[in-house]
């Protein structure tokens, strides 16, 4: 065999490796749960992104969106499924924001979805001001996600990402693991049946909090908020929760749209018509929403 012929025959065993390689590559067939095109202020990028399951969202992405105090210290991160409000100031986030559908709840129960003893918290670093891990360490408090695991099994990234101190704030046991966990709970089950769900979650942030950190400037909210709405059936609920052991049950925190704006001075909903806010602002009928028990 002359050399000419072997170049030739090295060189397209090149082109064809290199050709099954981009078959090969399913980055660019993934559709994220938002569209990409949105103007964002930050998209993080710390995390490679996996090939996940194939999801696009049913509904207007600008639900999520949440007008904060002209006031309050704010970064705003575009994750792959969630958004997060972020407070340096603080260390903790302002607000997060996401959806669940009744397709990512499916996936995310079903037998392959993703574990979370195989996801560790991890610090951001393209964000401000964001704790690393090891700063609640002996603090007494637990690393508290605000979107829960629970709801991002569906997607390797989505898992990996609600994992970001970024979504985490230093929570008593007795509050993460009782009644807020079973709010929590009640949120997964009823995306099975609303089709879609917007869901807020975040600490009532006030001058006077407790710190906690190697530096002592890690803020310990004393109350946290949580509000649903479903645009399929046009009704929302909130609950505000302090953050220690609850003595009741979970319905019994249960309160307005309204109630948890006065405390915060957030406006969420906005992109809504005012006539239609003001109406699924104002109520808070435990009874609207179908009967959860957990179990004790």
């Keep these: 065999m002359n050399k000419k012929r072997i170049i030739y025959l090295i060189g397209a065993v090149i082109v064809l490796l290199l050709g099954y390689k981009g078959l090969g590559d399913k980055n660019g067939f993934y559709k994220s749960a938002y569209n990409d095109e949105l103007p964002t202020e930050q998209q993080s ?35 792959k499924a969630i958004t997060v409000y972020y407070n340096k100031h603080y260390r903790v986030p302002n607000c997060v924001a996401y959806e669940l ?44 996600h605000m979107a829960p695991a629970m709801d991002m099994r569906w997607d390797k990234t989505a898992m990996a990402e609600c994992f970001y101190m970024t979504n985490i704030c230093p929570q008593l046991d007795e509050m993460n693991d009782g009644e807020w966990r079973h709010v929590e709970e009640a949120v997964h089950k009823w995306s ?4 879609r769900l917007v869901i807020f ?24 908020f949580k509000v649903i709405y479903s645009p399929e059936q046009n009704r929302a609920i909130a609950f505000v929760m302090e953050n220690k052991g609850m003595p009741n049950s979970w319905t019994n925190y249960a309160t307005t749209i309204d109630k948890v704006e ?20 104002s109520k808070q009928n435990i009874k609207d929403w179908p009967k959860y028990y957990p179990s004790r």
């Design 45 to 79: 990028s710390q995390q490679p992104q996996d090939e996940g399951k194939e999801y696009k969202s049913t509904g207007d992405a600008s639900l999520l969106d949440v007008k904060l105090p002209e006031r309050l210290d704010n970064q705003t991160v575009r994750y």
């Design 101 to 144: 559908t009744s397709t990512m709840t499916s996936m995310a129960d079903s037998r392959d979805a993703e574990n979370r003893a195989d996801y560790k918290f991890e610090k951001d670093h393209n964000v401000r001001g964001c704790p690393d891990w090891w700063e609640y360490k002996e603090s007494g408090y637990t690393r508290g």
């Design 192 to 195: 099975r049946t609303a089709k």
């Design 201 to 224: 979650t975040g600490p009532i942030l006030t001058n006077d909090m407790k710190r906690i950190g190697k530096h002592q400037d890690i803020a310990v909210p004393e109350s946290f």
């Design 262 to 281: 006065a405390l915060t001075g957030y406006d969420f909903l906005a992109s809504l018509d005012d006539k239609v806010e003001n109406v699924i602002e």
